[in-house]
């Protein structure tokens, strides 16, 4: 899933969509699961296949995967809960959550990036 809402082609940051904060609320509250959320954050795919033409592969570039650890929102998700957070401020709260959770797992990638 792209949280941020689309394919970020020009790797400027955005803020993630409240959708994905919503996915979470609904689920834990219709059926009151947290689902495991393994981030994962990539540096360096532009330059092994572009988003502009001409679309082929160019071997030889440097790319690093990182798989964080997985997201955990249950005190989040307790938080809300016990408080009646309204509908809105809920899914806010779990996607800034989310938000940095996947900036610190962006700053550790390009870290590594730089390092390999």
Known sequence: ????????MEKEYLRLKWGVGRI?????????????I??????????????????YFRLNNKLTFNFGNPIDISEVMKSIFDNNVDEETARRLITDKLQDE??????????????F
């Open 24 to 36: 979470l609320y609904e689920t834990y509250r219709a059926k009151k699961i947290i689902p495991t």
């Open 102 to 115: 996947l900036n610190a797992l962006r700053l550790e990638t390009e870290a590594l990036h730089q390092k």
């Open 1 to 8: 899933m792209f949280p941020e809402g689309k394919v970020n």
């Open 38 to 55: 393994i981030p994962i954050h990539h540096v360096g795919m532009e330059k092994l296949l572009p988003n502009y033409p001409p679309y």
